[in-house]
């Protein structure tokens, strides 16, 4: 007589299986969370300094007076960071040779970039010496027109791996 051959797998097989997947997904799953926790942090931190550094580049190029130096105004933060103009401050699209004074600076940024805790790129414009960053996140980021201060617009509870505070980078 002649026996049959095993053609499956066994319930306790299987179920060994799906254990082993499953402390497998555990240990990496919270991997991958973190690693994109991280990486939004770390988009924060590169856009921060690019846009610090084209702020002084502005300022430096226009009699030493930051976009919208007294006016609270989102949309002509951006004309001024994304657009060419004078020594003043004014701006234009696109240079022409017959402008006088010449518009010759900018633009700055291509775009004002997404803070990625937030998903959006509106600034809040602020004039005054104190500290009013709102810190509620209806916008992406935080400029002070008077200081030159420019923070990301988060909560005090969204912090870096190291516990540092990442409205206050």
Same mark, same amino acid.
């Given at each position: 007589?002649?026996?049959?051959?095993?053609?499956?797998?066994? !319930?306790?097989?299987i !179920?060994?299986?799906?254990?082993? +997947?499953?402390?497998?997904?555990?240990?990496?799953i &919270?991997?991958? =969370?973190?690693? *994109?926790?991280?990486?939004?942090? *770390?988009?924060?931190m590169?856009?921060?300094?690019?846009?610090?550094?084209?702020? !002084? +580049? %502005?300022? =430096?190029?226009?009699?030493?007076?930051?976009?919208?130096?007294?006016?609270?105004?989102? $949309?002509? @933060?951006?004309?001024?960071?994304?657009? %060419?103009?004078?020594?003043?401050?004014?701006?234009?699209?696109?240079?022409? &040779?017959?402008?006088?004074?010449?518009?010759?600076?900018?633009?700055? +940024?291509?775009?004002?970039?997404?803070? *990625?805790?937030?998903?959006?790129? #509106?600034?809040?414009?602020?004039?005054?010496?104190?500290?009013?960053?709102?810190?509620?996140?209806?916008?992406?980021?935080?400029?002070?027109?008077? =200081?030159?201060? @420019?923070?990301?617009?988060?909560? $005090?509870?969204?912090? #870096? *791996? $190291?516990g540092?505070?990442?409205?206050? !980078?």
């Amino acid at each position: 007589m002649k026996r049959a051959t095993k053609q499956g797998f066994t !319930l306790v097989e299987i !179920l060994i299986v799906v254990i082993i +997947l499953g402390i497998l997904a555990a240990i990496v799953i &919270p991997q991958f =969370t973190e690693a *994109s926790a991280e990486a939004r942090v *770390s988009n924060i931190m590169t856009n921060l300094q690019t846009i610090r550094s084209q702020l !002084l +580049l %502005y300022k =430096t190029q226009h009699l030493e007076n930051y976009p919208q130096n007294g006016v609270d105004s989102n $949309d002509d @933060f951006v004309a001024e960071m994304c657009t %060419y103009s004078d020594k003043n401050g004014v701006t234009k699209v696109a240079p022409a &040779p017959t402008d006088n004074p010449p518009v010759i600076y900018g633009p700055y +940024l291509t775009n004002i970039p997404i803070n *990625s805790m937030t998903d959006t790129r #509106t600034v809040t414009v602020v004039t005054g010496a104190a500290d009013v960053n709102p810190k509620d996140e209806t916008s992406g980021w935080w400029f002070n027109a008077t =200081t030159g201060e @420019f923070r990301a617009n988060l909560k $005090d509870i969204r912090t #870096t *791996s $190291d516990g540092t505070k990442l409205n206050e !980078l």
